[in-house]
């Protein structure tokens, strides 16, 4: 089992505190409140980087 890389931790923990402040917003402002709709944007580009940085390092481990 490899470790994880230093760059895919700090994604994971940005991605895990981004899912946070968006569930607190979305409670607190409601599901449609543009600030909502901004972190859960930036939570499905952050998701998006780090899918494609893994399907990238699995490519090159072939």
């Given amino acids: ?25 979305a409670l607190q402002l409601g599901f449609t409140d543009p600030k909502t709709v901004s972190l859960s944007q930036h939570l499905d580009d952050l998701f998006n980087k ?7 390092e699995h490519a090159f481990a072939k």
């Fill in 1 to 25: 089992m490899q470790m994880k890389n230093l760059l895919e931790q700090d994604m994971e923990l940005e991605i895990e505190s981004v899912r946070q402040l968006l569930v607190k917003t």
């Fill in 50 to 56: 780090f899918h494609s940085s893994r399907k990238s």
